[in-house]
């Protein structure tokens, strides 16, 4: 399937312009930086780690969501439009609207349109309303993180790395930026139950797209706060195999 949109081109696709799937992009980004990530620690340290590989993985996967997130902003009012777009056509096709997005295809060189990115919020408000209003808890914590945690991300993922910062500095920077991202997925996992939209999904939509999407910001968030109350304590990097 082309990518389709009543917003996101400004005309149509050329028949010679390389495109490809919304999935396979997103993969290939989040594979290719996490491999150079984790061959860039065993080039420098000669081992492979567990901690570090895993952390690596969960930094590469937040970078983009929070390009995402920051689309979620620039294009609020394309994701309330894009919202009833996705929930017509699901009635007219009874497809899924999440995967139908993610098996689209869109050409390379909108590959960082924040038009095109906003789909991917529109899609998930059919399972929560909250990300097509810009006064709820959901959206505004998604675009906090969006514009405030890329920074930090990449100083810890770069200490991570090679360390070059002070370990107990970089455990501290680390147990505020782990901490935070579980407390606020934490919370808006309750405010989803507690404003009762589960119970306008089916089971298996809760289990894929809520719990699915979000408990690795809880799990990732968890082990990382345990690698940085290590650094803390122990006062060097020996937890991330640095030698």
Avoid at 61 to 81: G, H, K, Q, T
Avoid at 178 to 192: D, K, P
């Amino acid at each position: 399937m082309e990518f389709e949109s009543d917003v996101a081109h400004d005309g149509p696709v050329g028949k010679l312009e390389s495109t490809m799937r919304v999935a396979v992009l997103t993969g290939l980004v989040i594979a290719v930086t996490t491999a150079a990530s984790i061959g860039f620690g065993y080039a420098v340290h000669g081992n492979l780690n567990a901690y570090y590989g895993l952390l690596s993985l969960f930094f590469c996967i937040n970078l983009p969501i929070c390009y995402w997130e920051i689309c979620l902003f620039l294009r609020r009012d394309a994701v309330e439009r894009r919202a009833d777009y996705w929930r017509a056509r699901r009635r007219k096709t009874g497809r899924t609207p999440a995967v139908e997005f993610l098996l689209s295809e869109i050409p390379l060189s909108k590959a960082l349109s924040p038009t095109v990115w906003a789909d991917v919020w529109a899609t998930y408000s059919m399972y929560d309303g909250s990300y097509a209003d810009r006064r709820t808890f959901g959206f505004n914590a998604d675009v906090a993180n969006g514009f405030f945690t890329p920074i930090p991300v990449l100083v810890l993922h770069a200490t991570f790395a090679v360390g070059f910062l002070p370990a107990r500095l970089a455990g501290i920077l680390g147990a505020m930026l782990f901490w935070q991202w579980a407390y606020v997925t934490s919370v808006y996992l309750v405010s989803f139950f507690v404003a009762r939209r589960h119970r306008q999904i089916a089971r298996g939509d809760l289990w894929l797209y809520l719990w699915g999407t979000n408990s690795p910001w809880v799990l990732f968030a968890l082990l990382g706060l345990y690698v940085s109350v290590r650094l803390i304590v122990d006062g060097d990097y020996g937890v991330l195999g640095h030698r």
